[in-house]
């Protein structure tokens, strides 16, 4: 304790002699700028960490309303509701991208920016007992330059008059040997205050040398660091949005749906209700009550037939007529059957517009007729999405047609 305090009170003595001039003081100007930048850096690393937790606060409250959002959706939608299973299966979707998407910046990123700072105050510590030896250093190098000054140039013994009491009650005969004594008491001071000098200045060689090496390489580092961090957080980001888009998009079909089934149920109700026409034969024409009988379903069958051609006309199938025309034209398109794309799998009408988020998914319009193919590699198809390439494309262009992929629940099977 008492040489921690001997310690404290000649530093301050020295501090005070350099501010009043009285003594200099080391300087290391290129060592003073790495100081600088590292405050610098050390700044602007905290302000980064302080605004990272602030993100990710902002990501786990976002994550929170979303969650309590999807599950007022999922609570209000009635299970007898077109797509209600679905629906639950997006709340917990969402729910698990959300935690990924916090875990994942809490991994690559917080962590990462709690490691970058923890050598700084290290550093820093390692700084200060510098300046605390610097000027150690200097106060030992001027009790060494105090010291030599009373050194004579001739190196000789020159008895000087007695000053002091006890000199001046030595007899004669012993000035000579208290004058030497006093003179290998200096001798002891100036080889003492040379032993401190190098000591002093070892230690602080030892600290300075080291940090005239790290500081320029922590301040160069700072670039790959800011950089890397912020790669991450930008990755994850575009990431976390394309895929929670992705599943947010299948709401809009089921919507749609719904209100589809709801508008049908609205137009099919009167349409049940009206009576099937009765038979307007007139009865000039029906020359007995046999002959009725046998006309009327004759008519009837007659209608049906028409009726049904009518139908299979709108469909776009021909069917064989034994009587009608229509055979010679469903035999010659079924002899003729239109080529399809290696792997061919089946049709679809697309019902809703779909814009392509990437380069490897298909963009579709209403109405669009998609023929669907396999993968080429199986492993690679997500559930709910296909493989297909549009019908009109593929008739154009043959092998040169754009293929891609694109959500099922989009379109509707033909």
Not at 213 to 242: D, I, M
Not at 257 to 285: G, S
Request: aromatic share 8%.
């Amino acid at each position: 304790m008492a040489d921690n305090v001997q310690k404290k009170l000649t530093r301050a003595q020295e501090k005070v002699l350099q501010k009043l001039g009285k003594a200099d003081e080391t300087k290391d100007v290129a060592f003073e700028e790495g100081v600088i930048n590292f405050n610098k850096q050390y700044t602007e690393g905290s302000k980064l960490q302080r605004d990272l937790r602030a993100y990710l606060e902002a990501v786990k409250a976002m994550h929170e309303s979303s969650k309590n959002v999807q599950a007022c959706l999922a609570d209000m939608y009635e299970p007898e509701w077109y797509g209600k299973n679905e629906v639950d299966s997006i709340v917990e979707d969402c729910d698990v991208l959300w935690t990924d998407y916090h875990q994942k910046l809490v991994d690559h990123a917080l962590i990462s920016m709690d490691t970058y700072l923890g050598q700084f105050p290290d550093i820093k510590a390692r700084i200060a007992k510098r300046d605390r030896k610097l000027v150690d250093y200097d106060s030992a190098r001027h009790n060494y330059a105090t010291t030599h000054k009373t050194k004579k140039k001739d190196g000789g013994i020159k008895i000087t008059k007695p000053s002091s009491l006890l000199e001046r009650a030595t007899p004669g005969w012993a000035q000579g040997i208290l004058s030497a004594h006093n003179v290998a008491q200096s001798s002891l001071s100036r080889n003492q205050a040379e032993e401190e000098l190098e000591r002093a200045q070892k230690v602080f060689e030892e600290i300075n040398i080291d940090l005239q090496e790290e500081l320029p390489s922590l301040w160069n580092s700072r670039v790959g660091f800011y950089v890397s961090t912020f790669q991450s957080l930008a990755g994850f980001e575009e990431k976390f949005h394309k895929e929670i888009g992705r599943v947010s998009l299948v709401y809009e079909p089921l919507i749609v749906l719904n209100l589809d089934k709801d508008q049908t149920k609205q137009i099919d109700t009167p349409v049940t209700e009206v009576p099937a026409p009765e038979d307007e034969t007139p009865a000039a024409e029906t020359p007995a009550d046999v002959t009725e009988d046998e006309t009327t379903p004759a008519a009837a069958t007659l209608d049906d037939e028409e009726g049904q051609v009518t139908k299979e006309r709108k469909n776009g199938e021909m069917h064989l007529d034994e009587n009608g025309g229509l055979a010679a034209e469903s035999t010659e398109v079924a002899s003729e059957p239109e080529e399809m794309p290696p792997g061919f799998l089946f049709k679809l009408q697309v019902m809703h517009d779909y814009a392509a988020n990437d380069t490897d998914e298909l963009e579709m319009k209403t109405g669009d007729v998609v023929l669907v193919i396999p993968f080429d590699n199986p492993e690679e198809q997500d559930d709910g999405w296909l493989m297909g390439m549009k019908q009109d494309d593929w008739r154009q262009n043959k092998g040169n047609a754009l293929k891609g992929v694109f959500p099922e629940n989009f379109t509707q099977r033909l």
